[in-house]
């Protein structure tokens, strides 16, 4: 049994009582208006993928309890930067969950892991394959303590031929292909400047989580999911893969310009470059008008996406000339209000000052009082459940009282 699988699933197709936001409360008491408010999550996992899947859950409400071996994280450590000496690696995907320590070489510490895994609704981890088997954590053991549970795990290479193979995203960055297509095509392959297959398998992984949670609704049945870093590579890569498989093309490192579109890159104006992205005809018609050059849209050679795509050596230096007439500000103005995709090229400080100023609100507060300390919006907004930022990322052990007085009045198995 789970702390949900008490409630019996509502009928297919029936109206359900909505219930006034923050009447709900957490395992801990903790209001929790969010959608997954009431599910327990323990999550066994460390680094990324497996700590950005379980933030974005808490601030949806989810009660995740962070199990770290007693020397905490890895991410603790992983400095500069920091905020008042902590990792702000750590800080950034570990808000909203509460931490206990556990060392794997006790007894005793693991049947209190194995109590909260078995208590849980969701079990999300990221050890070697076949790495918690002899604790009695694997989903076998914890399914026949609690058959409801959903239990997600997170490799980097999976759990047949690359299960010995360390779970790196840049190691994945590399032998996936992605490096082969970034960066400039005169020199070595560059790796992305976040790892940002790590955090497509933490959102592919709460994609399973939420799926599985929905299916056990119905059914009253959990089941084990696998995520991992190579395969969510091959479906993130998309466009280029598909070509490969559909074509036989092998792509190639094209600095900032796109395969198949252009102009769609970088361009350099009288002061600075600007991002120009134009897609179809009718973009590139606008683009020459406002540019005072419409002869270019009725050039036979750059008529057509294909024919600018394959000309584009012959259309570059002709849209460079054009802009080398204005700054990059002036440009962006120009494109803007004629409704054209372009962009200047911010840096972090940049990017995040540009979402204040067009009101997306970027900056929350996590966490309150003295304590609090800022932190990026969840980028789901939820019009009657929002997310929300109450617990700042814990230190090592710091809900350990709290949580096992939580596994004293969670029901047995």
């Known amino acids: 049994m789970t702390l949900q699988?008490?409630?019996?699933?509502?009928?297919?197709?029936?109206a359900q009582d909505r219930q006034p936001a923050g009447v709900r409360r957490d395992a801990f008491g903790r209001d929790a208006s969010g959608p997954l408010a009431g599910i327990v999550i323990a999550d066994f996992s460390r680094v990324l993928a497996g700590?950005?899947?379980?933030?974005?859950?808490?601030?949806m409400g989810a009660t995740v309890i962070k199990v770290e071996s007693p020397s905490g994280d890895e991410t603790r450590e992983w400095k500069p930067p920091?905020?008042?000496?902590?990792?702000?690696?750590?800080?950034?995907?570990?808000?909203?969950?509460?931490?206990?320590?556990l060392d794997f070489g006790a007894a005793g510490d693991i049947e209190t892991a194995r109590d909260i895994a078995a208590s849980a609704d969701v079990v999300i981890e990221n050890f070697k394959p076949g790495g918690?088997?002899?604790?009695?954590?694997?989903?076998?053991?914890?399914?026949?303590?609690?058959?409801?549970?959903?239990?997600?795990?997170?490799?980097g290479f999976g759990t047949a031929g690359?299960?010995?193979?360390?779970?790196?995203?840049?190691?994945?960055?590399?032998?996936?292909?992605?490096?082969s297509l970034t960066g400039d095509p005169e020199f070595p392959g560059y790796r992305s400047g976040v790892a940002v297959f790590d955090v497509?398998?933490?959102?592919?992984?709460?994609?399973?989580?939420?799926?599985?949670?929905?299916?056990?609704?119905?059914?009253?049945?959990?089941?084990?999911?696998?995520?991992?870093?190579?395969?969510?590579?091959?479906?993130?890569?998309?466009?280029?893969?598909?070509?490969?498989?559909?074509?036989?093309n092998v792509p190639t490192r094209m600095g900032n310009e796109h395969p198949s579109i252009y102009p769609?890159?970088?361009?350099?104006?009288?002061?600075?470059?600007?991002?120009?992205?134009?897609?179809?005809?009718?973009?590139?018609?606008?683009?020459?008008?406002?540019?005072?050059?419409?002869?270019?849209?009725?050039d036979p050679r750059f008529g057509t996406p294909p024919g600018r795509s394959h000309n584009r050596a012959a259309l570059r230096p002709l849209l460079v000339d054009l802009l080398a007439t204005r700054p990059a500000s002036d440009w962006f103005d120009i494109f803007t209000?004629?409704?054209?995709?372009?962009?200047?090229?911010?840096?972090?400080?940049?990017?995040?000052?540009?979402?204040?100023?067009?009101?997306?609100?970027?900056?929350?507060?996590?966490?309150?009082?003295?304590?609090?300390?800022?932190?990026?919006?969840?980028?789901?907004?939820?019009?009657e459940t929002p997310a929300s930022y109450d617990l700042v990322p814990p230190g090592i052990d710091a809900d350990r009282g709290d949580i096992l007085g939580w596994l004293d009045s969670a029901p047995q198995h």
């Open 5 to 14: 699988s008490t409630v019996a699933p509502p009928a297919p197709g029936a």
């Open 51 to 59: 700590p950005y899947c379980t933030m974005l859950l808490a601030d």
């Open 82 to 101: 920091v905020f008042e000496g902590q990792s702000t690696y750590y800080l950034s995907i570990n808000r909203n969950k509460r931490s206990i320590a």
């Open 132 to 155: 918690l088997d002899r604790f009695g954590l694997d989903y076998a053991s914890i399914a026949e303590l609690n058959p409801a549970v959903i239990y997600a795990s997170i490799t």
């Open 162 to 179: 690359g299960a010995a193979l360390p779970g790196y995203d840049l190691l994945v960055q590399a032998m996936s292909g992605l490096m």
């Open 200 to 248: 497509i398998t933490g959102l592919h992984a709460a994609i399973g989580v939420l799926s599985a949670l929905h299916e056990r609704s119905q059914s009253g049945r959990g089941q084990r999911i696998e995520v991992n870093l190579m395969s969510s590579a091959l479906s993130g890569m998309v466009n280029q893969t598909a070509g490969f498989l559909l074509s036989g």
């Open 264 to 298: 769609y890159e970088p361009l350099p104006t009288a002061d600075g470059e600007i991002v120009l992205a134009i897609g179809n005809d009718r973009q590139f018609r606008a683009l020459c008008g406002v540019m005072g050059a419409p002869h270019l849209a009725t």
């Open 337 to 383: 209000q004629a409704g054209l995709p372009c962009a200047p090229i911010n840096d972090v400080r940049g990017g995040i000052e540009f979402a204040e100023r067009i009101g997306l609100e970027p900056v929350v507060q996590v966490g309150a009082g003295e304590g609090a300390i800022p932190g990026v919006r969840n980028p789901i907004t939820f019009s």
